[in-house]
């Protein structure tokens, strides 16, 4: 490969391909690709096979030369990035088997939205500290929330998730990582007990006419979990004290 190949860009290295249709012009191709598949690896990959991600990477550019309509006016470079995102987040999901969160996983689902919107607006992937901005967290928290359901939860580092800004009437996400895992605590029947009460809103005796419980043990149930969550609460700081008395819908637990 001569150096001016190795200079091109993605959009540039595609074009040559698609009219010469040979070895070298695709090895050109992937050389150029090189710096975008790193990007995605990293940032969705942590805790996972280099070599796997890379190959996942190369599939997904492969797919973007196969099926680019070339009478479009679009970049190759943009389409070729969806590919690869595409096929190295598919890769992720099916590895995926460790406990995330509902926050975190709500967390990734708004990496990605970001992603897709500077992509599409952009034409070009957005840097860390753009998603980090964008979502009002620290730049540190997004490495460690991609690896979430990838590597245990007890791997992530959930000193480095921290809001930058905090929301009205919305705990900031360091809390609700801190909430989600002491629920995770709780016994079935604590957890079900609680659902009922917080997030459908049901009263302690709709409660127990539907778990065929007495309305005393559903609310001596209410009080025990209360009061377990309390105490795994006390081992973690958070930025405010948390009522759980108050917590209502369902969007601090996991």
Known sequence: MSENEALLTLDEAAQRYFVRQDDEALETVMNSAQKLIRYYAHLYGKGCDRDDLTQTGY????????????????????????????????????????????????????????????????????????????????????????????????????????????????????????????????SDLQKKVIQMLFFQDLSQQEVADQTGLTQKKVSRIKKESLERMGEELNDDVVEEPIDLKKLSGGRWVG
């Open 59 to 186: 599939l997904g550019l492969m797919k973007a030369l196969k099926a680019f309509d070339q009478t479009k006016e679009a970049s190759f470079a943009t389409y070729a990035s969806h590919c690869i995102m595409g096929e190295i987040r598919h890769l992720m999901r099916k590895q995926a088997s460790f406990y995330r969160p509902g926050c975190i996983v709500e967390l990734q689902g708004k990496v990605d939205r970001v992603m897709e919107e500077h992509l599409r607006d952009q034409g070009e992937v957005p840097s860390v500290a753009y998603i980090a901005e964008k979502l009002k967290v620290r730049e540190s928290a997004i490495s460690e929330v991609m690896k979430a359901g990838l590597v245990s939860f007890d791997e992530i580092d959930t000193s480095k998730i921290h809001s930058t800004e905090y929301e009205s009437f919305r705990l900031p996400i360091e809390d609700r990582i801190v909430l989600a895992n002491a629920f995770k605590k709780l």
